[in-house]
């Protein structure tokens, strides 16, 4: 592949050379309008004519792609931006470990392709609806910048999927780009094509708690598929993380706010309830929802559709071109899988290839037990005794082997009975979320916050705390 030039003086910027292609720029330009419609009426809600301080990629090169500026987000330069290509590449897992990697898309793989760029590229536009409302709720003006940063970044990876479908997957592939602006999350008829993606995002808090567990399932899948064999998906979804890192790095550090304020207030003596700010059982509850959705999106703990992607060197392993799994092609090992049996439960091998959704998540796993135990760190700072805990992969489980069983957040099976009684100190209750709402209150003077979450330690671009992150008309 050639070294790819950054164009920035279209109307779609890209560094995958739009202009001298000029029937995929015609279809592209087609659909951009069309985009443009989605995000006017599915979009953040009433903030259009509205200035927000937004970084906006400029390319992809180490240092310097990133560019910040004060934008109306509907004139935000959503743009096609591919990582670097590599010389030479090689697909390094699976059934085709050592051959060339393809620039095309092989034959025999091309709906199990098409099926994993959709589905990833459904959940871009998707959390973009779920958030449309947060706007108006905002806690403060740094925060309500970081929302809307999300939501254009979101917007551009949807860009970054459609491009993939259009050019490689022809007028099946245009369809499917059609279909990703006309599914609605949470709509009856139409929804998105995961669950997680259909869940309300009412709140700040449950904003936090998203951006902090969906969007890093988001990481490890963008993950693997950046090993692919297929070099454009690669590409992409290599770029693609780079912007993802904010996304989670605003949930971490938003629950690390609301956690630290809490603390604060509890360590002063004041019951978080009585100011506004949200006790910690609540916050709990929130990422033990979150966490256990989230969860669930990495598909099933035994999968034969995670071993063909696997074999067929479309999905790799978590870090898997970094050299850290002994066998490339993954045989002859298995993976221990405890699962329900009868009334307790037992071990099972399962073939290692069949076990890519669960070695994925286990990654996952323990990335978030870091970032759960920052937060504890915080708190032990704090001088307080409570502690957030990340729920067990087996509680509250919609999807794989623990579905349709009953487990305590430490992982415990449990009865019916016991998930009855218990399920309201578990998991959000219908009281916690008229609480929370009552919390979420705008607060628009630059450098003031909202009681329930304390200011972060840094501004956005090293700006102060007070910056007027957002303009209003
Ligand atoms: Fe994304
Ligand atoms: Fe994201």
Known sequence: ??????????????????????RLLRALEHWQPQFIEWWKEMGPSDFNADSVYLRTAVGVGKGGWAHFDHVKMPDYRWGIFLAEPTDDRKIHFGDHVGDQAWDQVPGEMRNRLRRLIVTQGDTEPASVEQQRLLGHTAPSLY???????????????????????????????????????????????????????????????????????????????????AESGFSPLAYSTQFMLTE????????????????????????????????????????????????????????????????????????????????????????????????????????????????????????????????????????????????????????????????????NPAGERITEEEWNAHRDDWLPTEADSAYVKTCMISVREPGKFANWISPPHQGTNEQPNDFDYVRFH
């Open 1 to 22: 592949m050639p070294h790819m030039e950054v164009d920035l003086d279209t109307r779609i910027p890209n560094n995958v050379n739009l202009k001298g292609d000029k």
């Open 244 to 407: 993802e890192a904010y996304h989670m790095q605003t949930g971490e550090n938003g629950i690390g706010r609301i956690v630290h304020r809490t603390g604060e207030l509890m360590r002063e003596g004041t019951d978080p309830r009585k100011v506004g700010a949200i006790p910690f059982d609540i916050i709990q509850r929130y990422i033990n929802f979150w966490a256990s959705m989230s969860m669930d999106l990495f598909g099933g703990e035994d999968s034969t559709n995670a071993a063909e992607a696997f074999a067929m060197g479309l999905k790799g392993r978590y870090r898997e071109s970094d050299g850290i799994y002994k066998d490339p092609k993954a045989l002859g090992q298995n993976y221990k899988l405890s699962v329900p049996k009868n009334g307790g439960m037992t071990e099972q091998d399962v073939p290692l290839r069949r076990a890519m959704n669960s070695l994925l998540l286990d990654a996952y796993v323990a990335d978030s037990t870091r970032i759960v135990n920052r937060w504890n760190r915080d708190l032990e700072r704090l001088d307080m005794d409570v502690r957030i805990s990340l729920p067990d992969k087996k509680f509250h489980r919609g999807q794989g082997v623990y579905a349709g069983y009953w487990f």
């Open 143 to 225: 925060d309500m910048r970081s929302l809307f940063q999300v939501n254009a970044e979101e917007g551009r990876h949807l860009w970054a999927m459609v491009y993939l479908l259009h050019v490689f997957f022809g007028s099946d592939g245009r369809d499917e780009a059609e279909e990703l602006l006309a599914r609605r999350s949470g709509n009856a008829d139409k929804p998105r094509i995961l669950e997680a993606f259909n869940q309300p995002v009412e709140t700040w808090l449950d904003f936090f708690c998203f951006t902090t567990f969906t969007d890093r399932d988001g990481k490890y899948q963008l993950a693997s598929l």
